[in-house]
């Protein structure tokens, strides 16, 4: 295939446009399916997370230069157009070999009817670098201005900022865009110095959780012993961290030891699963449940056997008070991973929140009645936005009076900067994780 890093970066875009599929999971398909070596995977990779990253804003560039809103163009057009807007706006690309590249790639995919459309489209985004068009398109008003610097819808950087509160470092949680692979080291599976000798050189423990490790740039967790066999897993640190915390807070009134029952209740795809598996007491039980069987059969491929079930959270299938911890990992809008999924940020409006909000709280609700007096519940969302966390959990505390919020600080003293005595809040910029929510509930007593 000519041009075969250009071609695989153009055929994604399209299909998260087209589809709506997962760049995460079909780029890497690609990639090993056309036999990219390193380097040619690695410039893929590039121009298809960093188009579907800056998408919206290139569609503003590229409208600008065609004299025409980017929404009439077909398809096709669009994507090409994209992809070569990003090279000559954020790569060091010269103009002339972008604009040339460009132009044979949609001859390619498109024929030769908008090649000449395509050829002038780009020659005008090549006139100015990115500093110019930004002086040239970004609105004036502060908050918009960073949205369009930083490739962000608005709503999503005032989403930002609210979870952030007054003084937050707004400018620097947008900048921070490059994510790091995680890995898991399951315990009683694989230590992590044992995963640390097989990651090789340039891989590095996480900072925070025991079991993290970090792998350099370019590094290939498929390739790992540990990974393909199960005992590790790619898993971001702050999935760990939420975790962690569940499995270290207090249970009170009889709880505790090899009795203990736990429940993750919405397990898909089941690396939290797997992390609490290896974190029970001796003799205790996990169940994993999961409303789709798809996912719930990846849960039981990361537990390693039986363990998960198909479930509905919200009509549960097991009795009241049963469980001394409770994991709910709610549906979320996924905004606080944006740097590993950067299609998202366009894939997702405004009323995706308040779609998914009745549903958050009813989960949550029915975590509570799962939990036993005294014990303790999770509520975890991947995504800051206030709408989703503290705004849920303060609902569903209102309609229950005597739940306890617990303070998650002393249970992670390791790490800095976590939230406030009734949720924990991490961030891309300050601890190099997804921006993961925490709140730690203990249900009333009867």
């Avoid at 188009?51 to 590229?62: I, K, N």
């Avoid at 206030?386 to 992670?412: F, H, I, K, Q, W």
């Amino acid at each position: 295939m000519k041009d075969a890093p250009r071609r695989t970066a153009y055929d994604v875009v399209l299909a998260v446009e087209r589809d709506g599929a997962y760049a995460n999971l079909l780029l890497p398909r690609l990639s090993r399916e056309r036999g990219l070596d390193r380097r040619d995977a690695a410039f893929a990779a590039e121009l298809t997370y960093g188009t579907l990253r800056w998408q919206g804003v290139l569609d503003e560039v590229v409208a600008a230069a065609a004299r025409r809103p980017a929404e009439t163009l077909d398809p096709p057009v669009r994507a090409v157009l994209r992809v070569g807007a990003y090279q000559l706006l954020h790569l060091r690309t010269p103009a002339h070999a972008a604009v040339h590249a460009t132009v044979e790639l949609a001859r390619a995919v498109a024929g030769p009817k908008p090649v000449g459309f395509v050829n002038a489209v780009l020659r005008k985004v090549s006139q100015g670098d990115w500093e110019t068009w930004v002086r040239r398109l970004a609105p004036a008003d502060e908050r918009g201005a960073l949205a369009f610097r930083h490739g962000y819808p608005l709503w999503v950087v005032d989403a930002i900022a609210a979870a952030l509160g007054p003084g937050g470092d707004l400018a620097a949680a947008l900048a921070e865009d490059r994510p790091v692979t995680h890995l898991v080291a399951r315990p009683g599976r694989v230590t992590r110095d044992a995963l640390l000798a097989e990651a090789g050189d340039g891989a590095e423990p996480g900072p925070w959780s025991p079991y993290a490790v970090r792998l350099a740039a370019g590094g290939d967790p498929g390739a790992l012993p540990s990974v393909r066999s199960g005992a590790a897993g790619v898993q971001d640190e702050g999935s760990q961290l939420v975790a962690l915390a569940l499995a270290r807070a207090e249970v009170t009134e009889g709880g505790g030891g090899a009795a203990e029952r736990w429940l993750d209740m919405c397990a898909g795809p089941g690396g939290k699963a797997a992390l609490l598996s290896g974190l029970l007491p001796e003799g205790g039980r996990l169940l994993a449940a999961e409303l789709h069987p798809h996912r719930a059969r990846l849960v039981a491929r990361a537990l390693g056997g039986p363990g998960a079930v198909v479930a509905d959270g919200t009509k549960p299938a097991w009795a009241a008070g049963a469980f001394d911890r409770v994991l709910v990992d709610a549906p979320c809008t996924g905004l606080g991973a944006l740097r590993r999924r950067p299609e998202v940020r366009w894939r997702r409006r405004p009323e995706d929140v308040d779609r998914l909000r009745p549903l958050q709280e009813r989960l949550l609700e029915s975590a509570l009645d799962a939990a036993r007096p005294g014990g303790v519940v999770a509520y975890v969302t991947c995504s800051p936005v206030p709408a989703e966390t503290t705004e849920v959990v303060a609902a569903v505390v209102s309609r229950r009076p005597g739940t306890e919020v617990v303070d998650p600080r002393p249970l992670l003293p390791e790490v800095p900067e976590t939230g406030t005595a009734t949720h924990l809040q991490l961030w891309p910029h300050r601890h190099g994780t997804d921006a993961m929510f925490l709140a730690l509930l203990r249900p009333p007593r009867p």
